[in-house]
């Protein structure tokens, strides 16, 4: 069964430098999201992604984060300058996106910044 | 707009007891909803889902849910749990008429089976 599948698994990063998120979802879905989930907190949607353009973005997305699709199989999350309060799992999921067609998710990549 | 509110923000139970995980949600529009479950150091995997027709919806590995428009809940039950089914359980809701699939999760509760 096709996966989406993140890189890296596990991200060091210091407070203030940029990193960068690695996504592939499944081939022919046409929805991306990622979502963030801090330790011990619920799962929150970040940013939705179509037809090459962000369609739906949270309040915690802000300036200091970005969404891409270089190249039509990758999709990136890009934080320019992170916090300490960035730390968190980081999702990425993709959908087919007709009605009700669930999310797939990838395992996720555990962002911790220093 | 729509939220999800997980009662139960941790379920210890012994293995072969019945379980329940309670879920309810709020939504100014019709929803789909869903289950998804978390193992240790893994993403979400879909559980279950309702989109129509029979308010009692079967998931994989045993579980099911009851959708109850009336008191906006979708509860997830499983009648004998196993070791193996501790994870932790997130709720999820998404409004009909939504471009793609967004989902709203719930805070998640963390089902803990002892032997």
């Known amino acids: 069964e096709p996966e989406v599948t993140q890189t890296p698994s596990h991200q060091v990063t210091q407070m203030g430098q940029e990193v960068i998120l690695r996504c592939v979802p499944i081939s022919n879905h046409l929805y991306f999201y990622w979502y963030r989930q801090i330790l011990g907190q619920k799962v929150e949607f970040l940013v939705s992604?179509?037809?090459?353009?962000?369609?739906?973005k949270s309040e915690i997305f802000d300036d200091q984060f970005s969404v891409e699709r270089p190249d039509g199989s990758n999709f990136t999350l890009k934080i320019r300058s992170t916090k300490l309060e960035d730390s968190a799992m980081y999702f990425c999921?993709?959908?087919?996106?007709?009605?009700?067609?669930?999310?797939?998710f990838g395992n996720g990549t555990r962002l911790t910044v220093t | 707009a729509q939220s999800v509110t997980q009662l139960d923000s941790q379920v210890p139970v012994f293995e072969e007891a019945p379980v329940e995980l309670r879920c309810n949600y709020s939504?100014?529009?019709?929803?789909?909803l869903f289950w998804y479950v978390q193992y240790p150091n893994q993403g979400l995997q879909l559980l279950l889902k309702y989109l129509s027709g029979s308010t009692l919806v079967k998931g994989i590995n045993g579980f099911e849910a009851e959708f109850n428009k009336s008191q906006t809940s979708f509860h997830l039950r499983k009648p004998s749990v196993h070791i193996s089914d501790t994870a932790e359980y997130f709720c999820a809701v998404n409004g009909m008429g939504n471009q793609g699939g967004k989902l709203i999760f719930g805070q998640g509760t963390e089902l803990s089976v002892k032997p």
């Open positions: 999921a993709s959908t087919l996106g007709a009605q009700g067609s669930p999310l797939h």
């Open positions: 992604f179509y037809n090459n353009e962000i369609s739906e």
């Open positions: 939504s100014s529009v019709s929803v789909y």
